[in-house]
Each structure stands twice: as C-alpha cells, then as structure tokens.
C-alpha cells in the first residue's frame, strides 16, 4: 500500500493504469524507454528503494542509499539518465545465505545505483506483465500473499472436492533461466522497445564478481528477477489452464460419439496454484 501512495505522490499512477489497460487490450509497446527513465519514475524508483531495509547493503562498489542521499534529486535523475544511454551494469557481489534445509542460497547483490535502475524497469513492465499473467499464480506479484494462494487451495477443497495435491519446486530455477527464450517472452508480452530489452539482457549478464559473466539465469537478489521469473513461468501457467481448467469438463454430452471421446481422454478436472517456482496441481483423484 505504501508504494500506491508513492505513485500518486510522484504522478505515475494513471500512467500505469494506462499501461495496464493498453496490455489487456493486447497492444505492443515500443516506446517505454522514456517513461522508464522520465524524472518523475526515477525518483520514485529511488524512493522504493530508500524505504527497503536491503537499501542499506552495499554491493561490489561498497555503496548504500547513504551514498545515493548526498546526491539531490536533479543530480540522481542526471545520473541515471546517462548512465542509461551506454548501460553497463556493474559487477554483482555474490552472497550465500543458508536456507531452512541447511543448504545455501545464492544471491547477487547488484550495487545499488543499478538496484535502483531495476526498479524504474519494474515498476513499468509490471503493469504491463500483469495483465497477461495467470490469476492464481500468487507470488511476487502486487497485493498478493501465500495467504491468497492457501485460501484458493481451500476454495478448491471446499467447491470442488479436489484432495490430492502434488509438490512441485522447480529445481535451480532461477539459476537456469534461458536468456533468449526470456527476452522473445517478453517481446510475444508486446514489450518490444528495443532499448528496453538491450538494458535487460546487460542485466541479465552482469558480470558475478569471482564467477564471471553469466550465460542463463537471473540472480536472487536482483529487483527484477521475481517479476521476469513470473514472465517465464506464466506458460507453465496458461498451459495448465488450457490443458484442463479450460477444457468443458461439465458441458453436457450430447451424443453418444461424444461421450466415447471423453471417456478416451481420461481427463479429470484438475488446478494450479502457483506462488514463485513452487506449484501444487490438485485433482480429484490420484495422478497416474
């Protein structure tokens, strides 16, 4: 709710309703470079940044949002602005944090001017993407908790007596994600402003500090891989709900030949609830 404040304070929310809007109604973008580096959506990029607590963690130039602060606005928009017309990230400090199984979790921490430059990505590609995604996909998206994702596997319990569940974590996800197949995801999304998608492949390959430059993947810690990892997963998505969500289970049969043709396919009713890269299909009976 704090970052809705934030738009109207710095003038941006029609803008992304407009983007939004223009999504729904499949239009292609080829213009957003200059709303993503527009005075008014750099600094609020800044702003979101200035009020996480990962603000104050410094990456591969030792850097923090108390070095940002000695800037003025005028200097900040200055900066970024030109930094963006020859963009090249700086290196990303790996870290490893330890996971609740014991094992390590790898981060890239992106230095924070180029943090900031994530979020004036994000913030304009988001209204765009969510107009496309999956509705019961729940994680890193806007307004949305594990919370929903459980109350829509207990609406599934409760209406359609679905009791069996199956786990699935995608293994190495964000480490192996393929470059390419993301940016021609992005372009069939009607993201196709050129400059935009140059700056994000830079990204993607921003040199790890003592690993080199990275040929797949998009690191845990930058502020744009939830958001392009949702991108990539969003056909996993769709392909389920076309598969069997979408398919008239419970229209009637008319015709004997129908009839005969359902019972072929062996389909049964079946859902995906997904929150980052962890999903649960739930079916009325036993997966084969």
């Known amino acids: 709710m704090q970052a809705l404040r934030y738009w109207d304070y710095y003038g941006m929310t029609d803008t992304f309703a407009d983007l939004h809007q223009r999504a729904k ?4 973008f080829h213009l ?3 709303i993503i580096t527009s005075r008014n959506n750099i600094l609020l990029a800044y702003r979101i940044i200035k009020s996480n607590k990962g603000s104050k963690t410094p990456g591969t130039d030792g850097k923090t949002i108390v070095d940002i ?3 003025s606005e005028y200097e900040l928009v200055q900066e970024i ?3 963006l017309k020859n963009y090249r990230p700086k290196k990303v400090r ?19 001017l180029d943090r900031i430059i994530q979020q004036c990505f994000k913030q304009v590609l988001e209204p765009i993407a969510e107009a496309h995604f999956y509705k019961h996909s729940y994680g890193f998206r806007p307004l949305r908790s594990t919370h ?8 599934l319990i409760n209406r359609s007596k679905l009791h069996y569940v199956v786990d699935i974590d995608i293994k190495g996800f964000f480490d192996n994600i393929n470059h390419t197949l993301l940016i021609k995801q992005l372009w069939n999304l009607g ?10 492949s830079k990204m993607l390959k921003a040199e790890v500090d003592g690993e080199g430059i990275p040929t797949k993947g998009s690191p845990q810690g930058g502020l744009l891989s939830p958001l392009l990892s949702n991108i990539v997963l969003n056909e996993l998505d769709q392909w389920v709900a076309d598969q069997w969500e979408l398919f008239p289970l419970h229209k009637s049969l008319k015709t004997r030949g129908q009839l005969l043709a359902k019972n072929r396919t062996h389909l049964k009713e079946g859902y995906i609830v997904r929150y980052a890269d962890d999903c ?7 997966f084969a």
């Open 25 to 28: 109604n499949k239009e292609s």
């Open 32 to 34: 957003l470079y200059d």
């Open 69 to 71: 602060e000695k800037r």
């Open 81 to 83: 602005q030109s930094k």
């Open 94 to 112: 790996r870290k490893l944090i330890e996971k609740d199984n014991g094992k390590m979790r790898p981060l890239g921490i992106p230095c924070i």
């Open 148 to 155: 929903h994702a459980m109350a829509r596997i207990q609406f």
């Open 191 to 200: 993201i196709r402003d050129r400059q935009v998608l140059a700056c994000i």
């Open 280 to 286: 649960v299909p739930r079916k009325q009976t036993k």
